[in-house]
């Protein structure tokens, strides 16, 4: 599910709220994780890393995804190197950072 959220565009930020916080909505939240409790598990356990991991590549893939539908059939190459500008930067930043990197 979150998954489909996010493929449809939706940013998303998990949050731990403390039971009856006074948080609205958190009683309809709680009906649903109880629902999910009783519903059927997986026959073995899937980890936080798995999950972390499957979430990671399912967003790699929609920007990707994103990219290719955008660019068309327009060649292009990558000019800077995986992970070498920061996710965490402001445009301006990570704009100058590119350029700065790639020599454009």
């Excluded at 990671?56 to 539908?69: P, V």
């Excluded at 070498?84 to 930067?89: A, H, Q, S, V």
């Amino acid at each position: 599910m979150l998954a489909e959220l996010i493929i449809s565009g939706w940013a998303l930020l998990l949050k731990w709220v403390p039971s009856h916080g006074g948080v609205p909505g958190n009683e309809r939240v709680d009906v649903m994780a109880k629902r999910g409790a009783e519903s059927n598990q997986p026959e073995f356990p899937i980890t936080f890393k798995t999950i972390c991991n499957h979430i990671t590549a399912t967003i790699d893939n929609f920007h990707s995804k994103s990219f290719k539908d955008f660019s068309g059939n327009k060649r292009w190459k990558c000019l800077a190197a995986e992970d070498c500008i920061p996710m965490y930067l402001e445009c301006v930043e990570a704009i100058a950072n590119f350029r700065l990197t790639t020599g454009l």
